[in-house]
């Protein structure tokens, strides 16, 4: 879990509103940092992927 997160983070924020049915993809919950969360997502996924596939 990453808290304060939503669906929609894990993805690059895109340059313009994208509106969809659980909202739009370019806005972020108050207090969440998508461009520092998905700086540090990628070495995490790495290490997990390098940990599990031993």
């Known amino acids: 879990m990453v808290p304060n997160a939503w669906?929609?983070?894990?993805i690059d924020?895109?340059?313009f509103p994208?509106?969809?049915?659980?909202?739009d993809m370019a806005a972020d919950?108050?207090?969440?940092?998508?461009?520092a969360f998905l700086k540090g997502?990628?070495?995490?996924?790495a290490d997990f992927f390098d940990r599990t596939l031993k």
């Open 7 to 10: 669906h929609f983070a894990f």
């Open 18 to 23: 994208i509106p969809t049915p659980d909202g």
């Open 41 to 45: 997502l990628g070495p995490e996924l």
């Open 29 to 35: 919950p108050s207090g969440f940092d998508r461009a």
């Open 13 to 15: 924020t895109p340059s």
